[in-house]
């Protein structure tokens, strides 16, 4: 087995993920883990599949047709490697008045100190005292055992008080 990682994304309409697990089933292949949503009136995910080597490059063939229904999609063969077991699992949790930067902002001091973004979801939200929309984010974060925990919730205060943001690691 050969494990594959597709991206889609196409008009939102009624039947893709249908189109889409059909094609891969027809090709004995398994469909294990996806994330899809509408997102700016289209609709677009990720998804990992399992299918056998020597049927890998005929189902995307067959996926690469789904291109006539609008589905564009990228097949990408899996990199199967195991994390070492010496990372720290954690979340960062954040909400505030919606403006340019906050991702940058956030992703840079994440980055600069070798911490792997594993997840992140992000949305525009009601605020539930106003109408106006708070950004909402939650990360799923992976950092090395010699992370400075300290310093690290030291640049997020500084980063949630210049963005005027509420920002919680656990």
Known sequence: ???????????????????????IAAHDGNWLESALS????????????????EKAST???????????????VAETANDQDRPDTLQAFTLALIGHDKPGI?????????QRHINVESLSTELVSGSMSA????????????????????????????ASDLMVDITLN
């Open 1 to 23: 087995m050969t494990s594959l990682i597709l991206t889609v994304i196409g008009p939102d309409k009624p039947g893709l993920v249908e189109s889409l697990s059909q094609t």
């Open 38 to 53: 509408r997102l700016g009136g289209k609709f677009a995910g990720i998804l990992v599949i399992k299918v056998p080597k």
């Open 59 to 73: 189902l995307i063939s067959a996926l690469e047709k789904l291109e006539d229904t609008g589905l564009k999609i």
């Open 103 to 111: 991702v940058r902002e956030i992703s840079q001091a994440l980055a």
């Open 132 to 159: 106006e929309l708070l950004f909402k984010a939650e990360a799923q974060l992976l950092a090395p055992e010699s992370l400075n925990f300290d310093d690290l919730q030291s640049a997020i205060e500084s980063i």
